[in-house]
């Protein structure tokens, strides 16, 4: 039976992921998603747009409904491409550009991890050491 992300867990995840972003000088949404996609816990750092709490929210739902990193889907939903579209055909948006990766216990996908407010780089970096501090627990 694979584990649960509990608050606790989603919170020390966090934690990890706001001294990142300050190392980085990033003012971002950090967020923690379970296998669902609900929300577990999630943090603005001071300063960050407010538009980046929806966007890390997604990112990590993103990540835990597929199951692979949301940067797995930019080139398939290109205009012309076989997947054109795939972030707005359901209610809640996908997000298909870099952020965003699902939590395994061993194959499988307990949660996600969504992080916003940087350029991709940064929000992967940040997000690959919440993902990390919360496989660790």
């Known amino acids: 039976m694979a584990k649960k992300i509990t608050h606790e867990t989603a ?3 966090l934690t990890a992921g706001i001294r990142k972003a300050k190392e980085l000088n990033q003012r971002s949404t950090l967020s923690v998603v379970d ?3 609900h929300l577990i816990a999630s943090i603005r750092v001071d300063d960050a747009a407010f538009g980046t709490i929806e966007i890390a929210q997604n990112k990590a739902y993103t990540a835990a409904a597929f199951r692979q990193p949301t940067a797995a889907w930019m080139d398939v939903v290109q205009p012309g491409a076989a ?3 795939l972030e707005r055909s359901c209610s809640r948006p996908f ?3 870099g952020g965003g990766f ?3 216990d061993g194959d499988s996908v307990i949660g996600g991890v969504g992080v916003s407010g940087g350029p991709v780089e940064a929000d ?3 997000a690959n050491v919440i993902v ?5 627990k």
Do not use: H
Not at 132 to 136: C, K, L, P
């Open 132 to 136: 990390s501090a919360i496989q660790e």
């Open 95 to 97: 997000v298909v550009f």
């Open 124 to 126: 992967e970096a940040i």
């Open 35 to 37: 296998e669902g996609g």
């Open 11 to 13: 919170l020390l995840g």
């Open 102 to 104: 699902p939590v395994f």
């Open 83 to 85: 997947l054109y579209g």
